[in-house]
T-cell receptor
Framework: EADIYQTPRYLVIGTGKKITLECSQT?????MYWYQQDPGMELHLIHY???????EKGDLSSESTVSRIRTEHFPLTLESARPSHTSQYLC??????????????FGPGTRLTVT | AQRVTQPEKLLSVFKGAPVELKCNYS??????LFWYVQYSRQRLQLLLR??SRESIKGFTADLNKGETSFHLKKPFAQEEDSAMYYC??????????FGPGTRLSVLP
């Protein structure tokens, strides 16, 4: 079934650890996004990608990196986790062929706690 | 720069009452406007978009370019409408800008 997946759903990790949050979509969408969202609060764009080998920084500098080696996969890496990184991370994808804007489809999110 | 404002962080109404969630935007071109909804323990999902001009779950939203607004309305609120609502703006081929969100609470 076409969907967007995020793993892990929940993660508790100690300060200084390196972590990778996984995001995969089976919808064949070209654009993908990572947002940071504290519960019930606004979304902050961290990174986005127009397609394979394309990555851009968003408005929020979260000391993270992303890669887009395959269309369906857009992992987010924190090299050294800090308590300030505690938040929910949402991955989204969008079919933006022909330069038009369509709806964004969101994953279930990863709730990260850094102790 | 594109900007979306939602003046109310929390809106409480009684079941059966009309509800209006406000959204204003700033953008010099012709944006596309969306409303996204996040129910408790569910994913953020599209509710409606202005170009569709349709009613979803009884909600409608009209784009008013003169007032740069895209308010979401429903004549009779239901308890299952309680959720976080986000207004979003996009320019064709560009990124979305989400508003800060309004939490709607429909009281019995």
């Amino acid at each position: 079934e076409a969907d967007i997946y995020q793993t892990p759903r929940y993660l508790v990790i100690g300060t200084g650890k390196k972590i990778t949050l996984e995001c995969s979509q089976t919808m064949g969408h070209d654009k993908m996004y990572w947002y940071q969202q504290d519960p019930g609060m606004e979304l902050h764009l961290i990174h986005y990608s127009y397609g394979v080998n394309s990555t851009e920084k968003g408005d929020l500098s979260s000391e993270s990196t992303v890669s887009r080696i395959r269309t369906e996969h857009f992992p987010l890496t924190l090299e050294s986790a800090r308590p300030s990184h505690t938040s929910q991370y949402l991955c989204a994808s969008e079919d933006s062929h022909r330069g038009k804007t369509y709806e964004q489809y969101f994953g279930p999110g990863t709730r990260l706690t850094v102790t | 720069a594109q900007r979306v404002t939602q003046p109310e962080k929390l809106l409480s109404v009684f079941k059966g009452a009309p509800v209006e969630l406000k959204c204003n935007y700033s953008y010099s071109g012709s944006p596309e406007l969306f409303w996204y909804v996040q129910y408790s323990r569910q994913r953020l999902q599209l509710l409606l978009r202005h170009i569709s001009r349709e009613s979803i779950k009884g909600f409608t939203a009209d784009l008013n370019k003169g007032e740069t607004s895209f308010h979401l309305k429903k004549p009779f609120a239901q308890e299952e409408d309680s959720a976080m609502y986000y207004c979003a703006l996009a320019d064709y081929g560009q990124n979305f800008v989400f508003g800060p969100g309004t939490r709607l609470s429909v009281l019995p």
